[in-house]
């Protein structure tokens, strides 16, 4: 089978979505989904891969899934599990919760990897709300810094709380 993937030999990646779903379905709705198996790469050493998502839906009729960016990995952890991946380039992920989303939601139950762990550039994540995934396979590579920052000036940062609203702001 053919795996769905955005890819570049040697030039930068920049991938820009908008989650639909505003007229009644309020479920589902990711700016930028990158399904099992899915992969967003550029090879060219130091280029860049940029992912911005704004997630959708109908706040009347909304789910927990309507995702700036929801990255759902691979259904084998381990195996070829490079989600979003550059060759010693930056990656940026900027995401914007839609109703009833996170800004960037990494899935839960399968092994999503952003950053190659042999060759990782630097990776900022840009959102009021994340959630990164704790499971087996999952993981953020960055070759010197991981920044982690909110979209909104004044909304801060809370790693590990559960007490937090999920949704962000």
């Known amino acids: 089978s053919v795996i769905p993937q955005i890819t570049s030999a040697g030039g930068a990646v920049t991938v820009h979505g908008t989650g639909g779903g505003s007229n009644g ?72 919760a839609g109703a009833g989303g996170l800004g960037v939601s990494q899935c839960s139950t399968l092994g999503t990897v952003v950053g190659d762990s042999t060759t990782p550039g630097n990776v900022t994540i840009i959102a009021d709300s994340v959630a990164l995934s704790t499971w087996t396979g999952s993981a953020v590579n960055a070759a010197d810094r991981l920044i982690i920052t909110p979209r909104t000036a004044g909304v801060a940062i809370d790693l590990g709380s559960t007490s937090d609203s999920p949704h962000g702001p």
């Open 25 to 96: 379905n309020g479920n589902t709705n990711q700016g930028v989904a990158i399904s099992t198996g899915g992969r967003i790469t550029s090879a060219g050493n130091g280029t860049a891969v940029n992912v911005t998502g704004t997630g959708g839906g109908n706040p009347a009729n909304s789910s927990s899934l309507n995702h700036g960016v929801y990255l759902s990995g691979c259904s084998t952890a381990g195996v070829n599990n490079l989600t979003i991946a550059s060759n010693n380039g930056p990656i940026s992920i900027t995401g914007t």
